[in-house]
DNA sequence: GCTTGTGCTAGAGCCAGGTCTAGCTCCTAG
DNA sequence: CTAGGAGCTAGACCTGGCTCTAGCACAAGC
């Protein structure tokens, strides 16, 4: 095993960082061809990667973007800013404000369907236990304004 | 234009029903073959589908619970339980508390996401106008616990 | 010297969820 | 009669994001 070493950098295998990271073995490598590090990962001879600490940093970063619905072309994009170093910010602003704002709409989105799921988990309950419920034949909560019938 | 005829039931073609669902006419179809309605949708002598009031309120339901992230599989199956009518609301109860925690805790990622996001808004803004931000080569704010270095 | 473990590459395959096409059928209006 | 517009079917195709396979290369341990 190879751990920190004097205080230079930790270096990891694949598999290693495919351990604490979560991500796949495959999709290390994919990630890599799709450029989403910072810097060319290093080999060993005979080819085998060798990964930092900071990838393995810059990697978490990315598990949290992507897990916030970043699509990998705006992901890599963003990679290309923070490689190309100083000078980029209000593009790297710009980017993740956008992005920002796509996930707080996508909250707000998740968060009204679960007004509906909530209707229906309740319409479900109270139908269970007692089933006083007017629901039959309806399939939107009273409160969903809009396209209202005659 | 068909518009509500008597009083009796609101009638429309593949066509209405894509403009005041939002889905396309493709979608449409490819739903009805996926099994997403309650129904079996009427066809006119010729073969042309019509849709009742009935199909768009539920198509509603159905474009809620996918815009929530419910796979068709689990759309389909619940589907099924409501056309078999009265009897399997506990199984119904049980698919849906199923889907109300996936998108809380859904929401619940966003949300956490959103703070390396807002993190690094911030971190821009700062470099951007004055810039005492100590954040130059570190991509994860202070308050992520855990993975910290010596 | 052989097996086992870990890794490599190129490229194929897979899954979800649609989307699009070709070729045909109707209906209605001019 | 003819053209346009809406619709039909079966089935091919697409995008995104991995995932897997085949065939090969090392390095270490028995």
Known sequence: MVEESVEEEAQFGIGQVAERTGLSVHALRFYEREGLFLNPVRRLSGGRRVYTGHDVDWLNVCIILRASGMPLPVLRRYTE?????????????????????RVTAQIAALTE?????????????????????????????????GTAAP
Chains 1, 2 share one sequence.
């Open 81 to 101: 800013l923070v490689r190309a170093g100083v000078g980029n910010e209000p593009e790297r602003l710009a980017l993740m404000r956008e992005h920002e704002a």
């Open 113 to 145: 369907s679960l007004d509906l799921i909530r209707f229906k988990v309740a319409v479900y309950e109270d139908l269970r236990d007692g089933g006083e419920s007017a629901a039959r034949e309806c399939h939107t909560p009273p409160t969903t304004r």
